[in-house]
């Protein structure tokens, strides 16, 4: 597992005209190639009528897959630029379709490649970007003397909460760095006098607005 990479925040679309014609952006996060063909094959069908669908998508920690699809366009000027725009923002996990309702002006081989890789670039700006982070959630339960102290001082700190579970004790769920969980045990320690519970849950990815 990565321990920091960046992806599309959600599902979206975002529509641009040039020159008559209409780019219909579509953007979704796929962690595999079924996923991405899938949303593809969704697209398609609801645009069964449109000039061209193309699409792109870059899938795995490597960047292992990837595939771009001109969709009857001339080779190399619309699927290609859609998987550039990718690469450049350093994206994974991702796929785009635009599609595309002539509108009777040819922009030429140049003009496409602008047009796709704009289409692109603007979904993705509507869509958004986040960064995915691995945190590791560590549990640290107190008794309920403890709670207003423990949680005012965790959120002077650094750390994030995750949720907070009251019952014959209350846990505090926490997101940490791996490489820091050795320290926040020991802040735990110090803030709580030896009386805080740590143990160490699941790995899970901390998303942030980019």
Known sequence: MLAVYHTVKQTGTHEINIERSRFIAYVARAETEEEAQAFIAEIKRKHWNATHNCSAYLIGENDQIQKANDDGEPSGTAGVPILEVLKKRKLKDTVVVVTRYFGGIKLGAG???RAYGRATSEGLEAVGIVERRLMRVVHVTVDYTWTGKLENDLRASNWEIKE???LDAVTFYVYVEESGV???????TETTNGQGKV??????YLETNI
């Open 182 to 188: 050795d320290e926040f045990t020991a802040w735990i």
């Open 199 to 204: 143990k160490s849950g699941e790995n899970v």
């Open 164 to 166: 907070i579970q009251y």
């Open 111 to 113: 003009g496409l490649i």
